[in-house]
């Protein structure tokens, strides 16, 4: 399974930004999917995940309501719409997938200005 993360970059505090990441491969039996993020020095922190069958969403406890988390099975594709971005969301953000095996992103910058 391969993925490709896009829709990073620069947005101001209180502003919006939609990650996209895309998948190709052998993306049968995928069951789950989402997005993990990471700043230097930290480890990487879990922010959402969704459910490749049942779009069932779970989100990091930092999220409280911020973030969305989709789907789009046709175009084997999942999102992260990110709102009320704070300073702090600044990090690398990775999308994943899981099977049997934890699939990864190259990850997109989230930078968000004060």
């Known amino acids: 399974v391969q993925l490709q993360a896009s829709g990073g970059g620069l947005v101001q505090a209180g502003g919006s930004l939609r990650l996209s990441c895309a998948l190709s491969?052998?993306?049968?039996?995928?069951?789950?999917l989402g997005w993990f993020r990471q700043t230097p020095g930290k480890e990487r922190e879990f922010v959402a995940g969704?459910?490749?069958?049942?779009?069932?969403?779970f989100f990091g406890d930092f999220v409280k309501g911020r973030f969305t988390a989709s789907r789009d099975n046709a175009k084997n594709a999942v999102y992260l719409q990110m709102n009320s971005l704070k300073p702090e969301d600044t990090a690398v953000y990775y999308c994943?997938?899981?099977?049997?095996?934890?699939?990864w992103g190259q990850g997109t910058l989230v930078t968000v200005s004060s």
């Open positions: 969704i459910h490749w069958r049942t779009s069932t969403t």
């Open positions: 994943y997938a899981r099977k049997f095996d934890w699939y």
């Open positions: 491969g052998r993306t049968f039996e995928i069951y789950g």
